[in-house]
């Protein structure tokens, strides 16, 4: 009998000892099928006193006593937990062919950001062997960053930092209203800002650093591009080339700024990844773009005190709730944000150098005419490009969106090219935003090195944007739900609020406001949540789980809300748009 399993090992190149009812063999053989890979299986349950003479073998042979009992090319691979380690980490085909060979790596994640980082860190967490490749190409203008990616260097930190200062003004300006004998002339000191800053974000690249140490895991920095799907060219700084190899290979690389094509963009312009770190008080600023980063940079600087004109060529915060992005135009107008509109900008030039310099902006109309001003700072916030085009993705043929450069994948995260995943902003067809990148970094770490299936879910993800009144949401937009359900079977709940720290001051009446979209066929499920108002984004986290739990409107009704707040007027919200009743606040 020993002759006869030695045999049966011998002669498959994947060989599987089975019995037909048992769930773990179903789960292997499920795998191979999954891979195409061929396999002869033996159902020991099927063999009546042979099949027990058989695994009584296999026992002596390899002290495995249970099924199934996999081997590949006469090595003993084991059970179902040991062929499902080559399932996840992808070598599963590779081993089965008798093609595996064993590399640096089990993944390398291309790019040091913060789903990169969080994916690197799980995998490490399982033991694995892991690297991550990560270089910050300077701007035009020369800044460049540390480890952290763009969230932590030119993003999310250093915006919410700076958005928080503007803020502290505003609570100057209130706070004789509440007692404060405070100077009548207050100056903000942009230096000094941004100096904080950089030490808050120099002190967040050394913990990173400090991390990977700490978890073993093998820091380059170096630019990766890929030789074939496992082996990656690494050039450093001082242009030394080395040549690593991974089972697994993650690309989180993100994205930069785009700039426009007409003269003197690069040469005069700036833009996100450069106004963080200005050494100068950036003066009289031009901010081009109407997405998030243009609002939310133009919102701190005005707030500063700078005079600053917004750009536009069409509408405000394309993708987000048409009424919301509106209302924060003309709260920004208010509080002296100019807008130019509909409008681009077709020439820079330099009229004097300094530091702050002045550049002249000649810009056109949607109808042909032609003006010009003169600024200090031109910054562009027309967009970003994930960074695709020189890593060598279309040498090893990744699929990518031809229309954006994004790279396609399936709903794991994995590309056409089976060892090789994506996420964040690089990935097509997910949100833009870093906490979605890091969940999808675990998760992904999870699926292939622990024993998850969890995949990540896009749905219901909430978003802030950081105006001077900040903007919260979650779900649909007004118009995408009018859309997918029609307008018959969408009602809507809102209402205007003034923040109580609002009163004394006796501003920003009728400007904050709230509003849940539901789904009347479903009991008025809440399918939409927008909030503009002070901290939206602390509002807006604790109320997306109840979306993501599907509450209804009732559900919101029956919660008690905390008296005085922000977030109460969920709860007692009544007036429905088609009503028709205003939900303006009257002044006594």
């Given amino acids: 009998m020993m002759e006869k399993v030695q045999n049966l090992i011998r002669g498959n190149a994947v060989m599987v000892f089975s019995k037909s009812y048992c769930k773990f063999c179903k789960r292997v053989k499920e795998m191979f099928a999954m891979e195409k890979i061929t396999y002869h299986a033996v159902e020991l349950d099927m063999m009546g006193d042979e099949g027990l003479a058989i695994q009584n073998a296999l026992a002596e042979l390899t002290s495995q006593t249970t099924v199934p009992n996999v081997f590949m090319h006469g090595q003993h691979v084991g ?14 085909a590779e081993r089965a062919a008798g093609t595996y060979e064993k590399r640096d790596y089990d993944l390398v994640v291309i790019g ?44 999310c930190i250093p915006k919410k930092l700076m958005h928080k200062s503007a803020i502290v003004g505003c609570d100057i300006k209130d706070s004789p209203h509440f007692g404060w004998e405070t100077p009548e ?136 709730d048409r009424q919301m992005a509106d209302m924060i135009g003309s709260h920004m107008e208010t509080h002296g944000v100019k807008f130019i509109r509909p409008a681009v900008p077709t020439k820079i030039t330099e009229k004097c150098t300094g530091s702050p310099g002045e550049l002249a ?24 490009s994930p960074c695709t ?24 995260e994995r590309t056409n090219v089976p060892n090789i995943f994506a996420i964040g902003d690089v990935l097509d067809g997910t949100p833009e935003l870093t906490p979605v990148a890091i969940q999808a970094g675990r998760f992904l770490a999870r699926r292939l090195y622990g024993k998850s299936n969890e995949p990540m879910d896009y749905k219901m993800v909430p978003t802030t944007v950081f105006t001077p009144l900040e903007y919260g949401s979650v779900g649909y937009s007004e118009e995408d739900a009018i859309a997918t359900y029609g307008a018959d079977d969408i009602e809507v709940y809102h209402t205007h609020y003034q923040p109580l720290e609002y009163t004394l001051p006796e501003r920003d009446e009728n400007k904050s406001y709230g509003k849940l979209i539901c789904l009347k066929s479903t009991g008025e499920k809440v399918i939409g949540f927008h909030v503009l108002g002070p901290n939206a984004g602390e509002i807006t986290q604790g109320f997306a789980l109840a979306l993501k739990l599907g509450a209804t409107k009732s559900d919101f009704d029956n919660l008690v809300g905390i008296h005085p707040t922000c977030a109460e007027v969920f709860t007692t919200m009544f007036i429905t748009k088609s009503s028709g009743i205003s939900v303006e606040k009257k002044s006594c």
């Avoid at 450093?236 to 785009?258: H, Q, S, W, Y």
Wanted: proline content about 2%.
């Fill in 79 to 92: 059970g179902c937990d040991a062929t499902e380690k080559y399932y996840r980490d992808g070598t599963l």
């Fill in 361 to 384: 902006v000649t810009y056109k109309f949607e109808d042909g005419r032609e003006e010009e001003q003169t600024f200090n700072t031109v910054m562009f916030a027309t967009g970003r």
């Fill in 389 to 412: 085009k020189n890593i060598g993705l279309q040498e090893i043929g990744v699929n990518l969106n031809e229309k954006n450069g994004k790279i396609i994948g399936d709903k794991l």
């Fill in 185 to 320: 002339e207050v100056k903000h000191n942009w230096e000094k800002m941004a100096g904080e800053v950089k030490k808050h974000i120099m002190s967040l690249n050394f913990g990173y650093r400090s991390d990977l140490v700490l978890k073993k895991i093998k820091y380059y920095n170096a630019y990766a591009t890929f030789l074939d799907k496992h082996k990656l060219k690494l050039v450093g700084r001082d242009n030394k080339v080395e040549e690593i190899t991974a089972d697994n290979i993650l690309i989180a690389v993100g994205g930069r700024p785009n700039y426009p094509d007409i003269p003197g963009a690069k040469e005069y312009g700036i833009t996100s990844d450069d106004i963080f770190y200005l050494r100068h008080s950036p003066g009289k600023t031009l901010v081009v773009g109407a997405s998030y980063v243009a609002l939310e940079c133009a919102g701190f600087l005005a707030g500063f005190g700078f005079d600053v004109t917004v750009m536009v060529r069409s509408i405000l915060l394309r993708g987000f």
């Fill in 112 to 155: 040091g950001g913060s789903g990169g980082l969080a994916a690197v860190k799980e995998a490490a967490s399982f033991g694995r062997k892991v690297a991550v490749c990560d270089f910050v190409n300077p701007t035009p203008k020369g800044t460049k960053w540390g480890l952290g990616g763009t969230c932590v260097n030119v993003g």
